[in-house]
């Protein structure tokens, strides 16, 4: 079965720098990119960033690029998002997701971790 | 960045009426890179449609997706209650991965 367990939410304040983890198993991770995708509360679904299943290749979303950093550990099956410079808008509930084929479409989500940024 | 564009914003329905939801994309979407996920309160989004007609694993015939270049729909054949959601369409072909804003499926 497989399984995706985010973790490292939380309580931040502006300017401030969080990591995101995701554990994964039931599957061969290395074989698929992965993905996060955030949503704010009460509104839709933003992709946020993607990497390639060998972790050579990632993408960001511009309201992240600069500012986050996806990551993985193919040794740990464990994905990663390091998020800096936080924003009040970075606020959300932050999925993983493993992709289906190819970069997407995302066949299985994580529960979800939410990020509160505020003072 | 390809803008995915869907109407209606919510869409009032009885059970076992049918469902028909579009997503409008600024520029041509090859149809092999289109899904349809599902989503529900407090729930992770669920993977309904790729390939703008092809069902994942374990999603009921009820579902069907159309559509190509770029004007795609959703249909929902006889709504059951588990159906009302929020429906997403996704562009997989070019990076920003973009979504769609949703539509609301909610009981009339």
């Known amino acids: 079965e497989v399984q995706l367990v985010e973790s490292g939410g939380g309580l931040v304040q502006p300017g401030r720098s969080l990591r995101l983890s995701c554990a994964a198993s039931?599957?061969?991770?290395?074989?698929?990119?992965m993905s996060w995708v955030r949503q704010a509360p009460g509104r839709g679904l933003e992709w946020v960033s993607t990497?390639?299943?060998?972790?050579?290749?990632?993408y960001y979303a511009d309201s992240v690029k600069g500012r986050f950093t996806i990551s993985r550990d193919n040794s740990q099956n464990t994905l990663y998002l390091q998020m800096n410079s936080l924003r009040a808008e970075d606020t959300a509930v932050y999925f993983c997701?493993?992709?289906?084929?190819?970069?997407?479409?995302?066949?299985?989500w994580g529960q979800g971790t939410l990020v509160t940024v505020s003072s | 960045e390809i803008v995915l564009t869907q109407s209606p914003a919510t869409l009032s329905l009885s059970p076992g009426e049918r469902a028909t939801l579009s997503c409008r994309a600024s520029?041509?979407?090859?149809?092999?890179?289109l899904a349809w996920y599902q989503q529900k309160p407090g729930q992770a989004p669920r993977l309904l449609i790729y390939?703008?007609?092809s069902r994942a694993t374990g999603i009921p015939d009820r579902f069907s997706g159309s559509g190509s270049g770029t004007d795609f729909t959703l249909t929902i054949s006889r709504l059951e209650p588990e159906d009302f959601a929020v429906y997403y369409c996704?562009?997989?072909?070019?990076?920003?991965?973009?979504f769609g804003p949703g539509t609301t499926v909610d009981i009339k």
């Open positions: 997701a493993k992709a289906f084929r190819g970069w997407a479409p995302f066949d299985y």
């Open positions: 039931g599957f061969t991770f290395n074989s698929y990119a």
């Open positions: 990497i390639g299943a060998s972790g050579g290749i990632t």
């Open positions: 520029q041509s979407v090859s149809s092999s890179y």
């Open positions: 390939g703008a007609s």
């Open positions: 996704q562009q997989c072909g070019y990076s920003p991965f973009t």
